[in-house]
């Protein structure tokens, strides 16, 4: 797997159109499932109230964590229907393409998308805006100095911040965005490894529509994670029910992670004596003196926990800790990366252009039957007043990747540009092509 955000999870699953290999079983009105394993039976839970024969198998994806939850299988099928309506747009306007240029070309794009959707829109409500330009600011073009690899910190503690972020109830929604009677809320243990749900549950759009219209669980210090995660956890390698708490913190003193205060010091931060130097980050009181009596001295923190119980920085959704840990990463990803969709000779201005249209919102309502979203579907809106028809949210026109064929033979890509639509500029395909 690589460290680059690329949209790696779609890998391996090909088919000879340069389409990602679907379910050729099950159906959601029409639109596409991810594949069964090829391992059966599979470790996945079955419905109860079903013989032996109906069972669902769990998913495959590039991914062998796409099956965990069933809210983590839609976003790795919304990502498959994506690439595969992709795929085949190009397909229509190149119809000289090869299977592999449509497949390159499709991922390609999908991997850009992956890089802006997390960058612009997911990144900044995570970390704030202060810490979003202290740590990231403007692009400013490939680094080849810098190692974009994933750090043993942000891996095994810091993004991790998004354990406590997780409800420990799952919402299927109608298309008024209304409770269903015929699809309960679920308990978060309910849908671990239960692709069944999904399939027979409603498919994509309620579930969807469910994580559009709730909010993410606010981590508040007194309730860091939910008892579904610390109580009921289920992964395929363990029979019995885990802690998704203590496998955080025993990761990282098996990775040897140095701790809390010596990454503060890393960042910049203050170090932290006393439980009164604690205090000036976390507010709760009861907590300090909690986190004091089990560690005694606040060097002793493990880091996941103690990033994860600072105060938040305005307008974020971490403390200082996290916020630079993620930040610091993320422009490492970025900046690394030769193939950074904003880094030159990667895609056409005109390219670039027509990708920054494009949202998660726009990709939901290319490939469900919902109609209603948010315009920034990481922003949190009530319905109707916050959501717009899916025909007013804006996206990319293919049309930046159409080639123009002269005599029989292809050579120019065609540019549209942005501000002033025409005249068309026309550069050759030899220096725009990079799949
Ligand atoms: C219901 C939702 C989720 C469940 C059940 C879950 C469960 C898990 C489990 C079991 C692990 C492996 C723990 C270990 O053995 O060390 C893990 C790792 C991890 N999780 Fe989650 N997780 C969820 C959501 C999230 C979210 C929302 C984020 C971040 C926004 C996140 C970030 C991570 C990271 C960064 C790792 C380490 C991955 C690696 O090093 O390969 N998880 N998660």
Redesign the pocket.
């Known amino acids: 797997m690589t460290h680059y955000p690329k949209g790696w999870i779609l890998r391996n699953l090909t088919s000879e159109e340069g389409l990602l290999r679907v379910n050729n079983k099950h159906h959601d009105n029409g639109q596409e499932y991810l594949p069964f394993t090829d391992r059966v039976p599979s470790p996945c839970a079955q419905d109860s109230n079903v013989s032996e024969d109906e069972r669902i198998e769990c998913f495959m994806a590039g991914d062998s964590r796409s099956s965990?939850?069933i809210?983590?299988t839609a976003m790795h099928t919304l990502w498959l229907r994506e690439h595969n309506r992709l795929a085949r747009a190009l397909k229509t306007i190149n119809s000289h393409w090869s299977a592999e240029t449509v497949y390159q070309e499709a991922r390609k794009i999908v991997g850009a998308l992956h890089q802006i959707i997390t960058l612009r829109d997911y990144i900044p409500k995570i970390i704030g805006p202060d810490a979003f330009n202290q740590y990231i600011g403007l692009y400013k073009g490939y680094d080849p100095t810098v190692n974009p690899t994933v750090s043993n910190i942000f891996?095994?503690a810091a993004?991790?911040?998004?354990?406590a972020?997780?409800q420990p109830i799952v919402r299927r929604l109608n298309a008024q965005y209304l409770d269903d009677p015929e699809l309960p809320h679920l308990q978060?243990h309910e849908v671990?490894f239960s692709p069944w749900r999904l399939i027979k549950e409603g498919g994509l759009d309620p579930l969807i529509r469910g994580l559009l219209a709730h909010p993410a669980k606010l981590q508040v210090q007194g309730q860091l994670m939910n008892e579904e995660?610390t109580d009921k956890?289920f992964?395929l390698s363990n029979n019995g029910s885990?802690d998704?708490a203590s496998?955080?913190l025993q990761?990282g003193r098996d990775h040897g992670l140095p701790g809390y205060n010596d990454w503060r010091e890393f960042c910049g931060l203050p170090e932290l004596e006393t439980q009164t130097d604690l205090n000036t980050i976390i507010a709760n009181q009861k907590i300090t003196e909690k986190i004091m009596e089990l560690y005694h001295n606040p060097s002793n923190i493990d880091v996941w926990l103690g990033g994860l119980v600072e105060d938040f920085l305005p307008g974020a959704r971490t403390g200082p800790l996290f916020a630079c840990l993620i930040g610091k990463q993320m422009k490492a990803l970025r900046d690394g990366d030769r193939f950074w969709w904003e880094n030159d000779n990667v895609f056409t201005e005109a390219q670039k252009n027509e990708l920054k249209k494009h949202s998660l919102s726009r990709v939901i309502c290319d490939n469900t039957g919902i109609s209603d979203v948010p315009v920034d579907a990481f922003q949190l809106g009530k319905f109707p007043q916050d959501f717009k028809h899916c025909s007013n949210i804006d996206g990319m026109n293919l049309e930046a990747w159409q080639e123009i064929f002269q005599e029989g033979k292809v050579i120019f890509t065609r540019i549209v540009s942005q501000t002033c639509g025409i005249p068309h500029k026309f550069l050759s395909s030899n220096e725009q092509l990079n799949s």
């Not at 993004?159 to 354990?163: A, E, N, Q, S, Y």
Request: proline share 0%; hydrophobic share 60%; no cysteine.
């Open positions: 965990e939850v809210s983590l891996a095994t993004f991790r911040f998004g354990h972020t997780i978060l671990f995660l956890l992964v885990l998704l496998l955080n990761r």
